[in-house]
Structures are given as structure tokens and as C-alpha cells.
């Protein structure tokens, strides 16, 4: 765990001791806390020694587990909370409200269980809300789905990072066992619970979104993403209203 400054300088590292080379592929944070989790999702060298395509392997009996440790803090500080086993690449983001760190993520039920490659299609993947409670002696948790549709690569305000936020901005994925296929783009209200999505149509692949403010209030601006063709082999950047994603683009360059 490194802490830089505004210039780029790494002015604090904490090393994290886990007992297995675990795949930790990000961490959010609010105004006061990291929040990482850990899960059993596990190298194995013996499996990347016989050049086997994906050295990851599934090992739910390691468990799965979240960590709040203060920002900038210690290691010896963090404490852990056991959950079920699971994987998350990415967070929307998180903030703090009293004593209960939010979390909005992408949660699997699975990784590469039986040797697979792929997080393409539906199975097991939710939009989620985890609720870490920090009041007690030990922490508390719990979870809300709040959208069983497959979606990944997570977006938000930049300026709200680590505060409340409303609204987040995903990619669709479609059903595939080859591969990951991304569709569009949807927009989720996390405090009304509207989602509306846009679909830029058959053969094409939206990619992550780029989210530009224009405006004060949170939320305001607009979605940049290209969109590729694998049919034609070419390539667009589309320009969205990030509040109104299902009139689709306002724009596009070739």
C-alpha cells in the first residue's frame, strides 16, 4: 500500500501481510479509510512454470476478506472482517456515512473456476452494495444487490472520490464463454435506483467511460468512450450526456 503526494512522490508505503500471493487487483477509499479486499483468487507458480494461460486458480477454502485501515495509517492498524468467498476487480467507490464504510462494486460469486480465463457472461456477477460497520469491537457487514445485470469497468465523478456519490456509469457484458464482450454503457442512480443503459447495436463494444464535469452538481458532464467494431475493424469515440446515456451519443468521432 503507497501513499503519493500531488507531484507523483511516494511518501508512505505499508506493506499488507497476506499468507498466499492473492490476486489484489484494486482498492477504494473514502475521506478517512482504505478499504481492501482480499480474495481467494491465488497464484500458482507451478502452474505459470508449466505455461499454463492463466496461473490463477479459484481456492475458496482461503476465504475472502475485507480490510479498513486509516488513510495514511499503519499496517498494524487495519482490521479485517471475514465474508464469504467471492471476487471483485473493481469498485464504483466509496465513502463514509457515521460509522459504516459504503462500498459499490462488481462482486463475483467465482474467478476462474476450473482453470477458465474468462469473466465474460452473467454468471454469479452483481452490482453490489457492501456496508462495512466500524462502531463495534469487531467490524460488521452486509450486503445489498443492487443490480443483477452483468456489468463492469466502474466510473464515477472524480471530484466526489470518496464521498457520497449518486450516480455511476458501467459497461454492459454480454453472455460469452471466449471472451470478455462489452456492450454499452448504463448509468446507475444509486439513490433512486433508476438505471438507464445505452446500446451502441450489434458488433460493437463500448470500453470504459471517461467521465468530463461540466457543471457543479455531481453527476453533471459528460461520458467519453470508444466504441469498437470488430466486424469493420475501426474504431469511434462517443460522447454521451452522462445523465442521459439511453439517448445515446451526442456526438461521435471517427
Known amino acids: ?37 482480499e480474495c481467494p483468487v491465488v497464484f500458482d507458480i507451478n502452474a505459470a512454470v508449466s505455461g499454463a494461460s492463466n496461473p490463477f486458480v479459484w481456492q475458496p477454502d482461503y476465504g475472502a476478506r475485507i480490510g479498513i485501515l486509516p ?35 462488481c ?4 474467478m476462474f473456476e476450473g482453470g477458465g480465463v474468462s469473466i465474460g457472461g452473467s454468471g454469479g456477477n452483481a452490482l453490489a452494495r457492501w456496508t462495512i ?13 443492487v443490480s443483477q445485470a452483468s456489468m463492469e469497468l466502474p466510473t464515477h465523478d472524480r471530484r466526489f472520490s470518496g464521498h457520497k456519490h449518486q450516480s455511476g456509469w458501467l459497461v454492459n457484458m454480454r453472455e460469452n ?25 450489434i458488433n ?14 455531481e453527476g453533471e ?6 466504441v469498437y ?10 460522447i454521451l450526456d452522462a445523465q442521459d446515456v439511453e439517448s445515446g451519443p451526442v456526438g461521435s468521432i471517427e
Open 221 to 226: 458532464g459528460w461520458l467519453l468512450t470508444y
Open 177 to 201: 464463454e471466449n471472451t470478455v464482450d462489452f456492450a454499452g454503457i448504463t448509468h446507475v442512480n444509486f439513490d433512486s435506483g433508476k438505471i438507464s443503459s445505452w446500446d451502441p447495436g
Open 133 to 145: 460497520g466500524t462502531g463495534g469491537h469487531e467490524l460488521s457487514f452486509s450486503e445489498q444487490i
Open 229 to 238: 467494431n470488430h466486424f469493420s475493424n475501426k474504431s469511434y469515440l462517443a
Open 1 to 37: 500500500y503507497h501513499v503519493a503526494d500531488p507531484t507523483g512522490r511516494v511518501i508512505h508505503t505499508e506493506v499488507i501481510p497476506v499468507e498466499k500471493p492473492t490476486m489484489v487487483h484494486s482498492f477504494a477509499i473514502t475521506d478517512q479509510d482504505v478499504v481492501f479486499w
Open 204 to 217: 460493437n463494444h463500448a470500453n470504459e467511460a471517461f467521465f468530463v464535469p461540466d457543471g457543479e452538481s
Open 71 to 105: 488513510l495514511g495509517g499503519t499496517a498494524s492498524q487495519i482490521r479485517w472482517k471475514e465474508i464469504e468467498p467471492c471476487y471483485v476487480f473493481h469498485e464504483v467507490n466509496a465513502f463514509r456515512q457515521g460509522d459504516d464504510v459504503i462500498v459499490d462494486l
Open 107 to 110: 462482486r463475483y460469486d467465482s
